[in-house]
């Protein structure tokens, strides 16, 4: 979208979908395995809009987006803890914990666009 350098994907959702589904300890080894894989160079991260391509794992620690990956870690961390609580088991819980890691995936994103 031209209104912002942030692009607008499914990551959100999926990372819901991996802390409902996995918990909070397959949900982090499994995001620190996402996070590790496009650090080492695999071209999983979004693509830099200036040139299409998919970012570095380097680039992404400059991107605009990169505190948001850090917030999905949290947020898949908090959500996995939740659903361990059983909070997936009622309609009311299970909307208050998606809405509290999507807050802390915004939150942090929001408050760090880059690192360095």
């Known amino acids: 979208m031209p209104f912002t350098p942030v692009p607008i994907t499914g ?8 802390g ?12 620190l395995g996402y996070l590790g894989v496009g650090l080492a160079g695999a071209a ?3 693509p830099d809009p200036a040139t299409g391509r998919s970012r570095t794992g380097e680039q992404m620690l400059h ?11 949290l947020a898949v961390g908090l959500l ?12 009311g819980t299970s909307v208050v914990q998606m809405a509290a890691a999507n807050v802390v995936i915004y939150a942090v994103g929001l408050s760090e666009p880059g690192f360095g």
């Open 80 to 91: 996995g803890w939740l659903t361990g609580r059983a909070w997936d088991r009622r309609l």
């Open 11 to 18: 990551q959100t959702f999926a990372v819901l979908l991996l």
């Open 20 to 31: 409902a589904g996995y918990g909070w300890r397959r949900g982090l080894v499994t995001m």
């Open 63 to 73: 991107a605009p987006s990169a505190g948001y990956l850090v917030g999905m870690l």
């Open 44 to 46: 999983v991260f979004s």
